[in-house]
């Protein structure tokens, strides 16, 4: 048993930012299922313990339990709800990293999320038709996050191919589309906080694609606040824009450095023209590794 935790635990400290995720959000999943059955065991039901990490409509409620707007991104209904959004996060969190940093995408992870939170509390209590039921509706799921990883993916590269098994190749604007339509037409639905959610991440993550190329990074407030929390101090001082200094002498050694840095970012810009016309499978070892070295920057 020993051995087998010591392996999880390595897998995560090895795996890539949207690997991490997964396991969280597994993590969280078996022990809420867990807690369930042995709630069960003694005829109690753990529905109201969990609603204390769930996200309520109700603006009142919500006061009770702020955290609410961040648990709620990690919890799942079902094996098959869990499930659903690990595949999506799975696919495009790798499609995420070719274009962006993992610190990028932990920020938005959590951005988005938080935007589809307010999206499904503000929508609740502003439609009449939600009146009724906001006493007693609750928001689970990485749904608004996963979605915000992939419309920025969508914004940044939109005619990036994907191949689908028995559909084919789809440009990701397409794929984009369909998925904000769809969320559109399902808003009166019997799962209508879940595609008002989705809506929400959708808008996140366009505003942080959009954002970024405009040089502002809408995330980095939260990473700040990730790193503060888990007590990641190295990443905070490393992120601090460094006081000017004046150094007499190392022109020849600054102006190679800015020589090859320019090298590597039109060799990268060389890339991702190369994989927007060709698809991922068209580029090399060594230009996969290119990419891949340069979204951990």
Not at 35 to 47: E, Q
Not at 152 to 162: I, L
């Amino acid at each position: 048993m020993g051995n087998i935790i010591s392996e999880i635990q390595n897998r995560y400290r090895q795996g890539d930012t949207s690997l991490r995720f997964i396991f969280i959000n597994v993590g969280v999943f078996l022990v809420t299922a867990l807690v369930s059955i042995a709630l069960a065991l003694f005829n109690l039901n753990g529905a109201g313990i969990f609603r204390w990490l769930e996200l309520p409509a109700s603006i009142i409620r919500l006061c009770y339990q702020p955290w609410t707007l961040i648990t709620y991104m990690f919890m799942h209904a079902n094996l098959m709800h869990l499930l659903f959004n690990m595949l999506w996060l799975y696919c495009f969190g790798r499609l995420f990293l070719l274009f962006f940093s993992a610190r990028h995408l932990r920020g938005l992870y959590f951005f988005g999320g938080i935007v589809g939170g307010l999206f499904y509390i503000l929508a609740y209590n502003i439609f009449p038709y939600f009146k009724d039921s906001i006493d007693y509706s609750y928001l689970l799921g990485a749904s608004a996050s996963v979605l915000a990883v992939s419309i920025a993916v969508a914004v940044k590269s939109p005619e990036y191919k994907v191949n689908f098994m028995f559909i084919g190749t789809v440009r990701l604007k397409y794929i984009a589309l369909i998925l904000v339509v769809t969320d559109l037409m399902m808003i009166t639905s019997g799962n209508a906080g879940g595609h008002i959610s989705h809506l929400g991440g959708a808008l996140g993550g366009w505003l942080f694609t959009s954002q970024l190329q405009k040089g502002r990074d809408i995330t980095a407030w939260i990473n700040k606040c990730v790193d503060i929390c888990t007590g990641n101090w190295t990443s905070l001082r490393a992120n601090r824009k460094p006081k000017m200094k004046v150094h007499y002498g190392k022109h020849r050694q600054n102006s190679h450095h800015n020589t090859k840095k320019k090298q590597q970012n039109d060799e990268t810009d060389r890339i991702l023209d190369k994989l927007k016309q060709s698809g991922y499978e068209s580029l090399t070892d060594e230009e996969k590794k290119h990419l891949f070295n340069a979204g951990k920057k």
